[in-house]
């Protein structure tokens, strides 16, 4: 009798146990299978962490954010993260499917997660948001699991402005043969409207040439795209065409003789044009010795070395050719640095630095492109990179130069400065990838060294580390930090070279 009882029991408790573990399971949360997902950009595919909960796909913001050439901030730690882009503020409030875009609050669906100190967001829910506050085209394929980012999805993608012995050549650069209309209005306007057209609205806009131009306006409307140049010489007779190979419509301004001349040696960086040789400037050398480290250390001596490890991954793929403004220690002086890139014809300008700084709490690397600067630091590396040009520049011999040069230069400075700012974006996020566990990334920025004025082509100054720190000196003095450095250097201009081609 007592047995059956307690065999009765045993059998009881069983069931209640297996009722119990039943109940577990199904309560417990969806555990969460970590995976990666590819973006697709220019030059190729990235892949990026990811994990799967609920069926939804998240993916890390912080590492699209990279290679968008953005980041990530705390707004408050643990709480809120934010996302500055394109004059848009975009803020995620962690655990919350809640998300605040500029003044609208917007629903995900599925709460904002976080894990490593990484920002994860529900793919399907937020890329439609995220394409529309980027100028390039964000889509996300569930089935492939795979987000892309196309920047060539416009259809008017470019224009070029030359002066020609007979007049102005205007052309408007778009992918397939497009109707067009043309109109002068009142101010010295001329306007090109093309019916469905989508309008790259920072390419053109960075073309700005203020030799030929007083004003430029894109404006991007839902059934057409509008292009507006308000010229400087009157505008008479012109002609147009479409043209192919590339396809092109062609402006010609007849009889404009008041019209600036332009060097007819500028190699531009366009839908049809190679991309094959990279001029290498090491900076300083000879009596200039740069920034000079706590430890002694020269600033001529580590860029050499960095620019000689550049030279020697260019050469040994084959994929650019390489051309180095000095190849030992002596002083190159700024005429020379500029008529070696200009004559050899190359295609980009890296200029290698290593930074320095009065605070000796300064550290990280940077990539600059020449605009004028918008920050005191920024200004205070260009100051200190400038010093040895501006003592060449103050000989009086100098100073018959007519207004033409000054123009030119600051032609110059925006003829490429879309192109120069997306190069140091690409170099930049190859010095995260590598170098941001050993030192602090500083950004990208813009400022005016005039060793980037003058050449004709796409140019960034790179600022490996600061020599006036610690750390950071010890890290440039090391064989294996220049490596890595001169690698990020390198992978930056193959995407770069990837896209324009």
Not at 103 to 109: A, F, G, I, M, S
Not at 339 to 349: L, M, Q, T, V, W
Not at 454 to 462: C, F, K, Q, R
Not at 474 to 491: C, D, G, M, P, T
């Amino acid at each position: 009798m007592k047995e059956r009882i307690a065999k009765k029991c045993n059998s009881i408790l069983m069931n209640k146990f297996a009722t119990l573990l039943l109940l577990v399971v199904f309560l417990a949360p969806v555990a969460a299978t970590a995976s990666d997902i590819s973006v697709q950009v220019s030059g190729g595919l990235e892949k990026i962490e990811a994990f799967e909960e609920f069926d939804i796909d998240y993916f890390s913001m912080s590492q699209l954010s990279e290679i968008l050439g953005e980041r990530i901030t705390w707004d408050i730690v643990g709480i809120s993260a934010v996302f500055e882009s394109e004059g848009h503020r975009t803020v995620f409030y962690i655990n919350s499917p809640f998300i605040k875009i500029d003044d609208t609050v917007k629903n995900l669906t599925y709460p904002v997660k976080t894990k490593r100190g990484a920002l994860f967001v529900p793919a399907k829910m937020f890329i439609p948001l995220l394409d529309l506050i980027r100028p390039e085209q964000i889509t996300w394929d569930e089935g492939s699991e795979k987000i892309r980012i196309d920047s060539e999805w416009y259809n008017i993608t470019d224009i070029s402005l030359a002066s020609k012995a007979n007049g102005l050549l205007i052309e408007i650069f778009v992918t397939e043969p497009k109707e067009y209309e043309i109109y002068i209005s009142e101010g010295n306007w001329l306007n090109l409207t093309v019916p469905d057209g989508t309008v790259n609205s920072r390419r053109i806009l960075g073309r700005r040439n203020n030799a030929i131009l007083r004003d430029i306006n894109v404006f991007q409307f839902d059934e057409a795209a509008q292009i507006s140049l308000r010229l400087r010489q009157p505008i008479g007779k012109f002609t147009h065409r479409f043209q192919a190979n590339p396809p092109r419509i062609q402006i010609s301004m007849i009889d404009s003789s008041a019209a600036p001349v332009v060097q007819n040696k500028v190699d531009k960086v366009g839908p049809d044009d190679l991309i094959d040789k990279i001029i290498i400037d090491a900076g300083h050398g000879g009596s200039d010795y740069g920034a000079i480290g706590l430890k002694k250390t020269r600033e001529k001596e580590i860029v050499l070395d960095i620019a000689k490890r550049l030279a020697k991954l260019i050469r040994k793929e084959k994929i650019f050719e390489v051309v180095m403004t000095r190849e030992k220690d002596k002083y190159v002086p700024l005429e020379e640095r500029t008529r070696i890139a200009n004559s050899n014809k190359g295609d980009i300008y890296v200029s290698i630095h290593a930074n320095a700084s009065t605070k000796r709490s300064a550290r990280g690397f940077q990539v600059f492109f020449l605009a004028p600067a918008k920050n005191d630091a920024a200004r205070a590396a260009a100051q200190l990179e400038n010093a040895p040009f501006l003592a060449e520049m103050a000989n009086p011999s100098r100073q018959d130069e007519d207004d033409l040069s000054f123009i030119l230069s600051d032609m110059i400075q925006t003829e490429f400065q879309v192109e120069s700012a997306d190069l140091a974006a690409m170099v930049d996020r190859e010095f995260r990838k590598r170098l941001s566990k050993k030192t602090k990334e500083r950004g990208i920025d813009q400022a005016g060294f005039i060793v980037l004025n003058g050449v004709y082509m796409p140019s960034i100054l790179v600022e490996a580390a600061f020599l006036t720190n610690k750390q950071d000196e010890k890290l440039l003095k090391s064989k294996s930090y220049r490596q890595e450095v001169a690698e990020a250097i390198y992978a930056g201009l193959k995407r770069f070279k990837a896209k324009y081609e």
